[in-house]
């Protein structure tokens, strides 16, 4: 089977109903997002960022994933698919998808502020005072901006072994993680799913843009690919 490399942004949970921040000013849900996705915002303000957590995490069990989470599942009958998602939702997951790499955390998990493999799955609400075994603070285990992106690396090697990529949803503004697109071998055809695209079919070789929201994007994909 062809392997099959999809990266995702916020756009692809739009339909879902979960705000991306670039369509917004630049404010995610009215934030500045220094001040919510941050490690000196939540310095600053600890109680304001874990309370911004905890409402996306009660949004994110509200919401169910889209046509478009779908029908990258439905991709995994005809290639090995392999998803590296800047998105900290679970929707790819809830979806089916087999193979998923969160390359900024997961809102559904937490990590002690003392020792960052110690991560611990959370569905409630995080306060000042929940505590990890060794008594420190847990934090939200999300890869804020200005922080190390530890699964940078694997994502380098999946995407270097891409016989297709596939981008969906990103503004491609967000780095390491818009750089993926530099490493794919020569003449690997890419496709960039996005109804304000910030790449130009010129900027790269065999890149096709489909300007669309990401379900009818996708579907367009499975035509392109006969799956
Ligand atoms: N769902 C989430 O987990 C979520 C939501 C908001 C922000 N974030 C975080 O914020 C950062 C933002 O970077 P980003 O590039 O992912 O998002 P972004 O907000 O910078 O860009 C969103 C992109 O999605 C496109 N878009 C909007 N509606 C769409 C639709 N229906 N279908 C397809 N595309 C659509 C926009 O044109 C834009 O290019 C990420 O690192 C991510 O961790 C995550």
Redesign the pocket.
């Known amino acids: 089977m062809k392997k099959l490399v999809v990266l995702?942004?916020?756009?692809?949970?739009?339909?879902s109903g979960?705000?991306?921040?670039?369509?917004t000013a630049g404010l995610?849900e009215g934030h500045d997002?220094q001040e919510v996705?941050s490690a000196q915002g939540y310095l600053a303000n600890p109680e304001l960022v874990l309370d911004f957590y905890n409402k996306?995490r009660k949004q994110l069990l509200e919401v169910s994933p889209n046509k478009?989470h779908f029908n990258l599942t439905h991709l995994e009958t005809f290639f090995k698919v392999e998803i590296i998602?800047?998105?900290?939702?679970d929707?790819h997951e809830r979806a089916g998808s087999s193979n998923v790499t969160h390359?900024?955390?997961e809102?559904l998990k937490v990590r002690s502020t003392l020792d960052e493999k110690n991560v611990l799955d959370w569905r409630k609400d995080l306060l000042l005072g929940d505590l990890c075994k060794k008594r420190a603070q847990l934090r939200p285990h999300?890869?804020w901006f200005g922080e190390a992106v530890p699964l940078f690396e694997k994502a380098i090697k999946i995407t270097q072994n891409a016989d297709i990529l596939v981008i969906?949803?990103?503004?491609?503004?967000?780095y390491p993680?818009?750089s993926l697109i530099n490493y794919v071998k020569p003449n690997t055809p890419i496709y960039f799913?996005?109804?304000?695209?910030?790449v130009s079919e010129s900027a790269f070789q065999h890149l096709t843009i489909l300007k669309?929201?990401?379900?009818s994007?996708t579907e367009t994909l499975l035509r392109y690919l006969k799956a």
């Open positions: 995702t942004g916020a756009g692809i949970s739009a339909e979960i705000n991306t921040f670039r369509d995610w997002v996705a996306r478009a998602t800047q998105n900290v939702d929707l390359l900024h955390g809102l999300i890869v969906i949803g990103t503004s491609m503004q967000v993680a818009a799913i996005d109804p304000k695209p910030t669309e929201i990401a379900s994007g």
